[in-house]
């Protein structure tokens, strides 16, 4: 029988889905089911995107459309930075992709050969591993545990940079933690960018408008503007506007960078629908208060969970400050037993907790950290309190 190609050995289905599909499962067989797992933001855009799609549906032109993206949408694209202190950015710098993923899948091929290496945190989101090994690509991981509020230190990026990665992959605010970096953190990390000018950086801060507690979102160039020529900024509609299933990602770099993703959207996917394009420039552009006021719920719920997990006795938690992540270390429950099954791991007390309480987490080490599990918790409150006094219950069941 042919065999599929080499990298497909390394390509493995995302570690998340399989937990979403096992919940899915018990779900189909009658079980009461929480799922804390996806990191969906549970909850759709204004009315006025909606109007826009049908508009745009209205007056289709049939035809292909631009492989960067339409100008309408990089000029929403434009102003949305601007209005987040990334100015100074044109068309030519900027070009789009059916989501994130996509877009950050189409950095590596455009950034890395087989056998650079590309560095990032630890906690990491999951993807980032995954693409780099469909690629060929070697990983540099800096370890940020929570007894390090999940953040790397000045000093880690500048032991990692000085191992020369062809590309440093930065998150923030992160997935799976929820952790944001302040100011002063990004200007002290920028300072390390700085020394290392053959490193490409790029900054995936696709919850960017997701951030509590007034810390605010801050980015690398504004605080050493020469980092532009090597910084690319990615963003998605996916979280910050409910719009997972539109599939919208965006980037905004070095011209060369842009017109790279420009030439491979052309060979992959041609263009964004025009139906898409119609209803991101209505999200980007028109009013914006269904985000900010899922923003400031994220926030309650927020608090809601670091409440409940407060009360369990040996569980950690660094207070996350945007994103819709928690990501509480668990390892106090590691070597004991619930209902005779023995919890070795973060694994066994995910499929433990799914199968005793019905709810499901991610398991830390899916995204590179097995003290720990990931709750995404922007279902309703009435779920989201049932589910965290069954995570309370199972951990009081442990012996
Ligand atoms: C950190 C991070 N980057 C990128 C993505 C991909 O987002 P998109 O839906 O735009 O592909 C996700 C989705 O979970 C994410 O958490």
Request: net charge negative; glycine share 8%; charged share 20%.
């Amino acid at each position: 029988m042919p065999q599929l190609a080499s990298r497909m050995g390394h390509a493995k289905p995302s570690a998340i889905m399989a937990v979403a599909e096992k919940a899915k499962a018990l779900k189909a067989q009658g079980r009461d089911i929480i799922s804390f797992s996806i990191g969906v933001p549970n909850f759709l855009p204004g009315e006025h995107v909606y109007a826009a799609a049908r508009d745009a549906l209205a007056k289709d032109s049939g035809q292909y459309g631009s492989n960067r993206g339409a100008d309408a949408l990089l000029d929403a694209f434009i102003a949305h930075m601007d209005r987040l202190g990334l100015t100074g950015y044109t068309r030519k710098n900027c070009a789009t992709g059916i989501g994130a993923k996509h877009i950050l899948y189409n950095l590596a091929e455009a950034l890395l050969d087989p056998g650079d290496t590309i560095a990032f945190a630890t906690p990491y989101w999951t993807t980032y591993v995954d693409i780099a090994d469909i690629v060929g690509a070697k990983t540099l991981l800096l370890p940020a545990p929570a007894s390090q509020n999940y953040k790397i230190t000045p000093a880690q990026l500048d032991g990692a940079l000085a191992q020369k990665p062809k590309l440093y992959l930065f998150n923030n605010p992160s997935n799976p933690t929820g952790m944001v970096y302040t100011k002063d953190e990004i200007a002290a990390l920028a300072d390390v960018f700085a020394k290392y000018p053959d490193t490409w950086i790029i900054s995936d801060d696709i919850y960017n408008t997701l951030t509590f507690d007034g810390i605010g979102y801050h980015n690398i160039v504004n605080a050493r503007p020469e980092l532009r020529d090597r910084m690319i900024f990615v963003d998605s509609l996916s979280k910050t506007y409910g719009m997972p299933g539109w599939r919208v990602g965006l980037l905004a770099g070095p011209e060369v960078i842009a017109q790279a993703i420009t030439t491979l959207n052309s060979n992959h996917i041609t263009n964004l629908p025009e139906i898409v394009t119609a209803a991101a420039v209505a999200a980007l552009s028109g009013p914006q208060d269904v985000p900010q006021q899922k923003c400031k719920e994220f926030e309650a719920k927020r608090d809601i969970v670091l409440d409940a997990l407060a009360q369990i006795p040996g569980v950690h938690c660094p207070r996350p400050q945007g994103a819709f992540y928690v990501f509480p270390d668990i390892s106090c429950a590691f070597g004991k037993s619930h209902g005779g099954k023995t919890i070795a791991n973060d694994v066994d007390f995910c499929s433990a907790l799914l199968e005793a309480e019905g709810v499901a987490c991610v398991p830390g080490s899916a995204f590179g950290e097995p003290s720990a599990l990931r709750i995404s918790y922007t279902c309703p409150d009435v779920q989201l309190k049932e589910g965290l006094r069954r995570i309370q219950a199972f951990f009081a069941a442990l012996t």
